[in-house]
């Protein structure tokens, strides 16, 4: 599966605004976590386990559980700080 | 007229308010909500970043909620991103309803959903340099009040 990864706000600063990832099927939210953080030590600095850090798969909030698809956009970021 | 804006331009309260005001006879309350840059702490600038697509659903949902919630009539957000200036405004939202309980409650519960689910980030400029401001606590909890846990500063599961 071919997925889009994007990130924003001092996560994006760190690994820039996005990037494509292959994974093999099935994979979850979480798994794409772990292969960036395997990815550099950057992506596992910014991507770490036990950090405040959101994701979102397909611009909805999502968990570690969530299922991807191909096509997929998963998204990572830092807590959100509007209004 | 469009229940959503993120755009760079400022805005005019008044003119949303009376849009609300005059788009539906049943409204008999109109609750207002600005946020504001502060002009303190040595903060000279302060830039928005949003998810463009993802700001927009995620404020449309939770407008759904709201109407839901509290039978208002409608709901107005525009949220700033870019950059701007101590004083300026960065946030409005407007809700109506047939009295003014139900908007006071709807204009609380959306300010408190989007403070901590909406994506958007706030860089701060300062004389010591750029930063990145922190998520707050107290925000989560203003939305647990509403029995809804926001998983935002304190970390853990998305708001459903």
């Known amino acids: ?83 | 007229m469009p229940r959503v804006s993120v755009q760079s331009e400022d805005f005019d309260l008044s003119a949303e308010v009376e849009a609300l005001r005059r788009a539906d006879g049943d409204v008999g309350a109109v609750v207002s909500f600005v946020g504001t840059v502060r002009d303190s702490g040595g903060v000279s600038e302060m830039e928005l970043e949003h998810y463009p697509g993802m700001t927009e659903r995620a404020i449309e949902s939770m407008i759904d909620e709201a109407v839901r919630r509290f039978e208002l009539r409608a709901a107005r957000v525009i949220h700033r991103v870019g950059k701007l200036r101590p004083l300026e405004q960065i946030v409005l939202v407007a809700v109506s309803s047939r009295h003014r309980g139900a908007a006071f409650q709807g204009c609380e519960f959306l300010m408190d959903y989007l403070k901590t689910q909406a994506p958007f980030w706030k860089k701060e400029t300062t004389p010591e340099g750029a930063r990145w401001v922190d998520a707050r606590v107290a925000d989560d909890e203003a939305l647990s009040r509403w029995g809804i846990a926001a998983g935002n500063a304190g970390g853990g599961k998305p708001a459903r």
């Open chain 1, 1 to 83: 599966m071919k997925l889009t990864i994007r990130y924003f706000a001092s996560i994006r600063e760190a690994l820039g605004s996005s990037e494509t990832l292959e994974i093999g099927a099935p994979a979850t939210v979480g798994d794409v976590r772990e292969r960036l953080i395997a990815s550099s030590p950057a992506h596992a600095e910014q991507l770490a386990r036990g950090k405040a850090l959101r994701m979102a798969l397909d611009q909805e909030l999502a968990e570690d559980s969530a299922p991807v698809r191909d096509g997929s956009v998963v998204a990572f970021f830092p807590p959100v700080t509007g209004g």
